[in-house]
């Protein structure tokens, strides 16, 4: 969502903090801007609506310089997209802002300080924190006291950098339920929502913790905790090299990451050569907890939780172990009875989620008897929190629509079920096939991919269309859930799902000539069931999409078109038959002539409520 970078160094930093903003682009954003303490120790700003090319533009127009400045890219929440509602915000023309997250107390403090003479320029939640601070500015707080004497009184989720013309060379920041991370460098310092805005710059980087305060000029850096006493935080350093983020020979990054998923498969597998090393890979202490497990919680948001839905088949058919799975929006506010024994599985692309580390942070003391993360990315908030981490290997995922990181959680999540199936004693010869299988599986994806112009032919019978129904029956219902998603997504189309059993309750309604009925058609023991269903759709003049099995009895005839997909072994067919349904949509949506990689008003990493 939205992202935050700042700078205190010797050089200028203008171009700095622009380069972090394309590099948080991929987040998803409505406006952006930057400000910047020039040497006459004045507070300059460009702001604009739109992308951050616009941004650049304004900047060039008229350029505005300095060695310590912040900037930010805006997901609305309060207020719409506008360039006065736009960061930063400024205050008596000496401190300015950036702020992400929800500020649930707002409209009190706004009232509070209208009250007080204060002028509101924005609609924004967020210009409240900036006039508070000049208060306390004015006052005569320090700059780092400012800040902590203003985030003692809001109420909900921030991350925060802030800089003042009285203190030319610093910049501060706070971390409350928004990620926030330092970067250290040599005669200057950082801060940013997410270290890869900063790695042009550094590769070293301290993550602050809940509550925590930081004050950064070139020379030095300096953490507080919540009662503003000194603390060391660890120091990271980041080996890996910077993923170049460029479409190479694609025409958007969503295609480049579809095609990109037969190599994540295999780097997620990889290091997993036999049963010992498979277990290592959730963490040393994984065989005390696995060896205590009864049950599975799985709580999740979107993508992530069509994930667990597709894990929750496995693991109790294959494991022999119960399994619920809940949105992590629901589940952080319901009253709950916990079997016991339960481990509690968290699914996060960024690992910053906001609804599914709030789950993990309220469960209650003993309810659970352990935590596990499948995420994407290392030192996130989830992976540093969880007893138990699983990192998947999709690497950097620029598309707002999940593909790869969805199809490598699956693995991660098909790899638990054979480390919990094998203590309860899961047949030898069921583990060497799901082993198998899991190898086998990026040749499968890869015969999939070979289906892309096919796929792409396909689409064009969407175009003219406002809704589509995704139809599967068991461990295919979720891969259902998740092609509808994907396609309203990126393409704006209504879609929705249905396990296909439940047509004649009501969906059945819906069906005419304009709608498009897609359905998962794998050889399982649920084929014919599914035929008969499909039959009820033809027979009231529905248009029909089969992704069928190429063994599974499917021909094209009057309203059916097949689409033969490759004769896979049932247990990886979810994640094979994923993949087709993401490049339906990708092709639906380039031809509808949208955003593919942007879709409007949704955001990569969704770090509020």
Known sequence: MCGIVGAAARREVSEILLEGLRRLEYRGYDSAGLALINADRELKLHKRQGKVSELEAAQAAEPHTGTTGIAHTRWATHGEPSQVNAHPHASGGRVALVHNGIIENHQALREELIAAGYKMASATDSEVIVHLMHRELERGAELLDALKNTVARLEGAYAIAAIDTANPYEVVGAREGSPLVVGVGIGENFLA??????????????????????????ATLQVYDREGEPVTRPRTRISEAVEAADMGDFDHYMIKEIFEQPRALEATFAQAADFTQMEERFGSDAGAIFDRVQNVQIVACGTSYHAGMVARYWLEELAGVACEVEVASEFRYRKRVQHEGTLLVTISQSGETADTLAALRN????????????ANVD?????????????????????????????????????????????????ERRQETIMNALRALPDYVSQTLEMNEAIEKLSEN????????????GIQYPIAMEGALKLKEISYIHAEAYPAGELKHGPLALVD????????????????????????????????????DREAGFENEQRVQVLPMPHCPEVISPIVYSVALQLLSYHVAVQKGTDVDKPRNLAKSVTVE
Do not use: W
């Not at 890869?196 to 925590?212: H, N, P, S």
């Not at 999709?394 to 490598?408: C, L, M, N, Q, W």
């Not at 969407?462 to 029956?473: E, M, Q, V």
């Open 462 to 473: 969407f175009i003219p269309k406002h809704h589509a129904l995704f139809l599967g029956r």
């Open 193 to 218: 929502s997410d270290q890869m805005a900063l790695r042009q710059v550094t590769d070293r980087f301290i993550y602050l913790e809940e509550g925590d305060l930081v004050q950064i000029t070139p």
């Open 379 to 427: 030192n996130s908030s989830l992976t540093r929190e969880c007893d138990l981490v699983f990192l998947t290997k999709a690497g950097a995922e620029i598309g707002v629509a999940s593909t790869k990181a969805f199809t490598t959680q699956l693995v991660g999540l098909l790899m638990l079920t054979l480390a919990l199936g094998r203590r309860r004693g899961m047949d």
């Open 513 to 548: 000539d304009d709608m498009p009925v897609v359905a998962v058609a794998p050889n399982d023991e649920l084929l014919e069931k599914l035929k008969s269903n499909l039959e009820e759709v033809r027979s009231r003049g529905g248009e029909l999409f089969v992704f069928a």
């Open 363 to 374: 469960a209650s003391k003993g309810e659970f008897i352990g935590s596990l993360v499948i």
